[in-house]
């Protein structure tokens, strides 16, 4: 079987979305930090410090998707029935990690909303 002329560009892909991801998280704590501490005082910075620690978790995980996905590339080309194989990979725990952090910043977010539409 013959590898695809654009094998490579998947990884690359991925690795562009995560920073994407990080990117936009990083830049909607960098809001919250302009926004939330007039509103929720001392809550708003320790909200938006969080938010930039899961950016950076982001960008740490793109990172290290990447290079998963580049070793799994290298190790596909080299198997033979007898052959290396990739080894395992971080990319579930990355994404149930990701998902369960946004669902507990839009719970979180909408529970601000409700508290502070009622003042």
Do not use: C, F, K, N
Not at 70 to 79: H, K, P, S
Not at 100 to 109: E, K, M, N, P, R
């Amino acid at each position: 079987m013959r590898p695809s002329a654009h094998a490579g560009l998947q990884p690359e892909r991925t690795a562009l979305a995560w920073r994407r991801t990080a990117l936009s998280v990083t830049v909607g704590s960098l809001v919250g930090l302009r926004v939330l501490p007039p509103q929720l005082g001392a809550l708003g910075y320790a909200v938006s410090a969080l938010g930039l620690l899961w950016g950076l978790d982001l960008v740490l995980t793109a990172r290290r998707r990447y290079r998963d996905g580049a070793r799994m590339l290298r190790a596909g080309a080299d198997r033979t029935p007898q052959g290396p194989t990739a080894g395992p990979t971080t990319a579930g725990a990355a994404l149930a990690r990701t998902a369960v952090i946004s669902g507990l910043v839009g719970l979180t977010a909408l529970v601000a909303i409700v508290l502070l539409s009622t003042r």
